[in-house]
């Protein structure tokens, strides 16, 4: 490998992020009115004025300014903006008498949704924890607590294993269908592991890690694909595979059609998340200070269906998705699949030492560069087509959001320092 083809995409990371990314989002965001964070932007990176401020959303900004503060950026001034947003997600978006956080808010604080969904409750897991431990302020340790306690309390599946995940204000179970109270999801499950992980470095609680264990042992045993090792979106209660549908409380399904069903509905698996599972179960091992080892085998089937399948070697960057046995149903580009498979190529790399995966890499981080960042205000777009034309140009809203993009920067700037 040329140390100066590695060198080059760090220094271009660290510049992106340092002088792009973070700084779109510290001169946008703060929402100096009502508290908490702004979050809808068009291509030119301004307030569209949408009147909502989601859970995904305020909890992923909490996050990706508390992981940035973590990391050693910004002098001190992300901790403190990561601050104003706990402030308003405690103040306004915990349900005082119920327990748990509201789904949607308009900007004043006003709750617009009050149901309680597991989706956003994982990024509330998550964000708060990485807060604790990025500040030491302790309200994100105690929230995340009691999110933990009600998510055992209320969403555990006594009989099957896992997690219900759509839930009325009261911790009532939704209806079946597209209420979604009939179905488990490997999104939710896959985002579990995520804030388990982060929970157990914040508390180093015997209940987490033993929880966090068995949301991995549900992963493999139940919801990746037992040949492929490739992810399996949605299940029924007992674990029989389910056609992926659209619910009615949604994050992210604004691409599929109106009737509600995704064509090939039960033989797809998305190639971002195969990627982010591997890479988020390679770190979880780290913090159980377990064996990698003891999941290669599994691991390099992950990564090597993410390369055979998803990598568009002729245009650059990563397809949607494809049937769990190899190809592509999906041509198109979207933002956050090239963040995860940028983090899970360098893991790849790090682990098994094979030049493909970073050849794989390579790949889209120029497709990213060249293509997906917007040059004019330093964000992403969200989606392009397969040989990289903005279809869509706003820079956020409820669902695309900085999490995706900074993290990015910051885990690969992490891994290419490891390289080199």
Known sequence: MDKAEITGCLEESREHL??????????????????????HFDKEGKDTGEDEKSLIAQTRCIYTLSSAHRAGYGNGKLGELARHGVDYLIDKMWDKEYGGFFWMTDRKGNVLNDQKIIYGHSF??????????ATGDERGRHYAEAIFDLIQKYCVDSMYGGYW???????????????????????????????????????????HRRKLL????????????PEYKTGI????????????????????????????????????????????????????????????????KELRIIFDHTVDNGIDTEFGG???EGPHSGGVYDKEK??????????????????????????????????VFDKVVNKEVGEWYPLLSRRGEPIWTHMGHSWKINYHTVRAMIQSIQRLEKIT
């Open 18 to 39: 340092v002088n792009e990314l973070l700084p779109f989002w510290t001169r946008r965001l703060k929402d100096e009115r009502n508290g908490g964070f702004i979050t």
């Open 124 to 133: 509330a897991l998550y964000s708060l924890s990485e807060y604790t431990l």
């Open 165 to 207: 995940e759509m839930f009325l204000r009261d911790w009532s179970l939704c209806g079946p269908g597209s209420k979604g109270g009939d179905r488990k999801t490997l999104d939710v499950h896959m985002h579990l592991m995520e804030a388990f992980t982060t929970l157990y470095e914040c508390t180093g609680m015997d209940v």
């Open 214 to 225: 068995e949301v991995i042992d549900i992963l493999f045993k139940r919801i990746v694909h």
């Open 233 to 296: 979106p949605q299940f029924y209660g007992d674990w029989s595979v389910a056609p992926q549908i659209k619910f009615d409380i949604i994050w992210g399904w604004d691409r599929f059609s109106e009737e509600g069903q995704k064509g090939n509905a039960t033989d797809n698996t998305c190639y971002g998340h195969n990627a982010e599972f591997a890479w988020l179960l390679l770190h979880a091992l780290e913090i159980l200070k377990a064996d990698p080892d003891n999941y290669s």
């Open 318 to 320: 990563v397809y949607v």
């Open 334 to 367: 979207e933002f956050w699949q090239q963040a995860e498979v940028l983090i899970g190529m360098l893991d790849a790399y790090l682990m098994f030492g094979d030049k493909k995966y970073w050849d794989a890499y390579k790949n889209v981080h120029r497709f």
